[in-house]
């Protein structure tokens, strides 16, 4: 099938770059003329596993290609996935400019009957918005479909998410455009779930808000256990044997990040205030999970009596997890912020995401070339994106290679035994501190 993706952020580019690997003959279009002929190179603008070598090897065997213009991207297309970016407004609600912009275009430009599929995350009712948009401008005679066809892959496993998902939601107004959906996704061998247009939007805001309150309904626990001893991490596992619950989402720490579940739970609090709902449940969820980025700093705080001014505190890992250079709505960086607010100095490192996180921290904060940096001279660190890096020297190394062995672990990246014969101060999350007497006497 012909397949014209327009967008190419992580959403639109493993998308396309999937359904060329599933053999479909894929045109992605963005606006953005460098990001076009980096890619047209086999030049990844995201930095996602595999991708790269996926897209090298469809471009190389013809089925994928990268535009700036709509008409070659429209002419010959069956199926347009919309996956351009529906930013957070200041107001929480989600911007649809992007989209609307892309509608218009789509209307201009068709030139026989086509499937318009919206993959980017939009407010129930979008789709239908869109429809009337592209119907408005169309300029020849054919007839547009439309469908709803959300996207779960998470950033750092997107391509394996993709082409191996727990299920496809299409959300459609009729069985034919159903079946011209279904033919497009046989390759993948994914159980297909069809609904119709409203649901399938609605499966994606509660899908991630319903993750989003796994991790804050643990977070909460966590700074329970603190309070009683108990360990955060035995109650997840003992609770995730449980089939209902699930052992996934129930990692203790300091809140999550990313380009979804911030922006798609406060979406969905304003979708719920837009029909007089007043969503009671999710706007807890979003204000432990603001809570909980401050709890790794406090607990800095408690240890130096309040006071932090000039002390050097390294920060490790940058990005909102590992495996991504993504560093939107990152806990590090609120964390940073923080820091450099109570007067500290911060030193921090992260394998890829330092040159994002250059354009938005202030140029006080310093940069390391590696770990090993950042723990040298520094009064203590905070661990922060649980890169493998970090962990797989064991919490031995940090107790062993700083002259001050404080580590403020907010991914509970390591066992309480490993800590057991080590002369270190260590501090994680919903779970008790290790203070060796030893080592405070000798302070
Ligand atoms: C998420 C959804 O998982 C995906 O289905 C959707 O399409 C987009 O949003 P992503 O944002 O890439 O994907 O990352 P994810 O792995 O879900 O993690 C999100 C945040 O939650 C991260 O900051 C992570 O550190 C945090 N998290 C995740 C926890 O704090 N605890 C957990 O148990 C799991």
Redesign the pocket.
Known sequence: MNITVIGTG??GLVTGVSLSEMNHNVICMDIDKKKVEKMQQGISPIYEPGLEELMRKNIKLGRLQFTTQPDNAFKYADIVMIAVGTPQLPNGSANLSYVEEVAKSIGKYIRRDTVVVTKS?VPVGTNKYIKQIIDNNLVSNVKVKIASN?????????IH?CLYGDRIVIGVEDNQTAEILEEMYKPFKTPIFKTDINSAEMI?YA??AF??T??SF??EVSNICEKINANVEDVAEGMGFDKRIGR??????????????PK?TNALVQIAGGVAHDFHLLKSVIEVNNNQQKVLVQKLLDRFDGNIVGKKIGVLGLA??PG?D?IR???SITIINYLLNEGAEIVTYDPIAMEKAKKVLSPKVIFANNLEEVIEDVEAILLV??WEEFKIKGLKFYAEKMSSPIVFDG?NCFSLEEGNDLDIEYYSVGRSPIKKERFILNK
């Open positions: 992580y959403v995350t959300p996207e779960f892959l998470r950033e750092g496993s997107a998410d994606k899908s991630n993750l989003a796994k991790i643990i977070n996934a989402f129930l990692n203790a720490g300091i809140g999550y990040g990313g380009s979804c579940f798609d909102f997890k991504t993504d709505d990152a806990a994106t649980e991914r």
